[in-house]
């Protein structure tokens, strides 16, 4: 079982969040929301969410698997932290949270309660 390390509830005015290490500079413009929720990278990762318009956003971070784990997974893969440091935050940064202490990165997934507007997220860490 996972500990939760974050909870934020926030309007995402844009639709979509980084999660990123702390000093990337991937802006993943070829990154076509009408085709694909998600875009992933080396060091981040830029998924789309439900816009403020329609409501806020819950956030967990987990290190490990969530305690009651929601639905869809949007993302499986790895996130590589050169700084040891992961920032998820959305394009204005009207929101923005910094976990540090976190070594090098490694696996993650996104867990979603809906895959196409997401209105809860879970981001579970496993390294």
């Avoid at 949007?74 to 009207?94: F, K, Q, W």
């Amino acid at each position: 079982m996972g500990e939760r390390i974050r909870t934020l509830t926030a309007p995402v005015e844009h639709g979509c969040v980084f999660l990123r290490d702390a000093e990337s500079k991937e802006t993943h413009e070829s990154w076509d929301p009408e085709s694909s929720r998600v875009n992933g990278s080396n060091d981040s990762v830029l998924f789309a969410v439900q816009p403020s318009v329609d409501g806020e956003v819950e956030f967990e971070i987990w290190t490990g698997q969530p305690e009651r784990p929601l639905a869809d997974v949007l993302y499986e893969g790895s996130i590589a932290l050169a700084h040891g440091r992961i920032v998820m935050h959305d394009p204005n940064d009207d929101f923005r949270i910094e976990i540090p202490g976190l070594g090098y990165g490694g696996p993650i997934s996104i867990l979603v309660d809906d895959v196409i507007f997401p209105k809860r997220v879970q981001i579970a860490l496993r390294f």
